[in-house]
């Protein structure tokens, strides 16, 4: 273990009792987002198939299923134990696949089938990764999160590469269809890894007092829209809100500008380009995420590091505004998801290790979510009224974005700030309290 230990530390800052913790929490993530990656070039590659308005109805459908899906979490995590809760919720996805792969074998109509399978890839594309870290931030403490949280996003990077490689591999030889049961397979492998790491939190980091004044397995309690009350009571929760809309803004934009140069082609070949950008994404987000996002938190200050992202995509959409060209889209495309997976993201979840359990897993999912869907939705109505409506081109949706870039740098900035003043007064208050005998 020591030396297991000595060299995970090359690439974080990791103490002997947290190693078969954090490559748990490593391997959870890599099969999760491996799963997602081999299904994302699927559900993407229909998209070429619908004009803007139908995909910005879909993306309508998917916010409207994101906000029923959260309200139905949000009851069950008032109603069932954490510890049965989340593994749960990866079996559920993992027979949902096997589903799917059956309709496409036995129904004759396939378009309404197509469009249920990318409303239901674009929920759980949200949701198995809301839930994986609202579960991290309550394993970890905050000072374990903000050493290990950047370590353990890069197994979502290393899942980012198996998974488009395997796509890519296989649907020229099998088709798409196959693909859905070997994403089944894999998230069907998180619920006893889930329970694993249950046990571990307790016997190896010893953080059964972190579930924040509940036990550390019972159920949180409350209503089934509690987590949508405790947003809009937060000031805190709002500005993360606030932060991830500015995220989709600039997001929706640059797919739809993808979409529409892939129509020409056809559906393998699509799938086959999509996989290949995930593929060149997260070999190089794996490198950051490992080596360099958590020795940036840790030194740099989550200001900096919430602010960095922002700020290189002012740069880029300034540089599209003045040449509007392909390249250089699809560049500044392939530079924002690899800061979002490698840095903002983990940032983003350090933010969680400050508020309570039921904050966690009742809040989170419709930030993460219900908010991020709701972006999405807007957004896309935005860019087809832009586009189709104002008849505006790439540059001039560039400089609106570049605005938009501004105000994401801000938050992310204040959110960082707040986060620091909020640790202050926990450390002040614990100092200050009495020694219990």
């Known amino acids: 273990m020591h030396s297991l230990q000595r060299i995970l530390a090359r690439a974080c800052d990791i103490e002997t009792n947290e190693v078969r913790s954090t490559l748990a929490s490593f391997g959870l993530v890599l099969i999760l987002m491996g799963s997602y990656y081999i299904l994302r070039p699927v ?24 906000t029923l899906a959260v309200s139905l979490y949000g009851a069950a995590v008032a109603r069932v134990s954490i510890h049965r809760l989340v ?31 990318y409303v239901w890839v674009s929920l759980f594309s949200l949701f198995h990764i809301s839930v994986f870290w609202s579960f991290m931030a309550d394993t970890f403490s905050r000072p374990q999160a903000t050493r290990l949280f950047g370590f353990i996003g890069a197994g979502a990077s290393i899942g980012g590469i198996g998974g488009p490689a395997l796509a890519t591999l296989l649907v020229g030889d099998l088709g798409t269809d196959p693909l859905l049961l070997v994403a089944a397979a894999l998230v069907a492998l998180a619920p006893p890894l889930v329970i694993w790491l249950q046990q571990l939190k307790r016997s190896d980091l010893h953080n059964e007092k972190h579930s924040a004044n509940s036990a550390a397995f019972d159920n949180i309690g409350g209503g089934a ?136 897993f009742k809040a989170k999912p419709v930030i993460d979510i219900v908010i991020y869907r709701g972006g999405d939705m807007l957004n896309a109505w935005a860019f087809t009224a832009l586009t189709q409506g104002l008849g505006l081109g790439m540059a001039a949706v560039a400089v609106v974005g570049a605005g938009v870039a ?27 309290s009495p020694a219990v005998k």
């Not at 198939?49 to 998917?62: G, K, M, P, Q, R």
């Not at 559920?92 to 249920?116: H, N, P, R």
């Not at 501004?406 to 992310?412: E, F, I, K, N, Q």
Request: charged letters at 15%; a negative charge; aromatic letters at 14%.
């Open 87 to 117: 593994p749960s919720v990866y079996a559920l996805f993992a027979a949902s696949f096997a589903l799917f792969y059956l309709g496409t074998q036995t129904l004759v109509e396939q378009e309404l089938l197509d469009k249920t399978f």
């Open 225 to 360: 829209l509690a987590g949508f009350s405790e947003f809009l009571q937060s000031r805190y929760l709002l500005m993360i809100g606030l932060f991830i809309f500015f995220y989709t803004f600039i997001g929706s934009f640059a797919y739809f500008e993808l979409k529409n140069l892939l129509v020409d082609y056809d559906g393998a070949a699509r799938t086959q380009i999509w996989a290949s950008m995930d593929l060149v994404v997260n070999i190089f987000t794996v490198v950051v995420g490992a080596f360099a996002t958590g020795r940036i938190a840790k030194h740099l200050g989550l200001p900096f590091t919430l602010a960095s992202i922002p700020v290189l995509m002012f740069g880029g959409m300034l540089m599209l505004a003045v040449t509007p060209v392909v390249a250089v889209a699809v560049a500044m495309q392939i530079v924002r998801r690899i800061g979002n997976y490698a840095i903002s993201r983990p940032a983003r979840e350090i933010l969680f290790t400050a508020v309570d359990r039921e904050t966690r």
């Open 406 to 432: 501004v105000l994401w740098a801000a938050t992310g900035a204040y959110l960082g700030r707040q986060f620091n003043i909020m640790r202050s007064e926990e450390e002040d208050a614990a100092n200050s």
């Open 43 to 66: 559900r993407d590659a229909m998209a070429s198939n619908w004009t803007d308005a139908e995909v910005s109805w879909l993306w309508t459908c998917t916010f409207i299923c994101s």
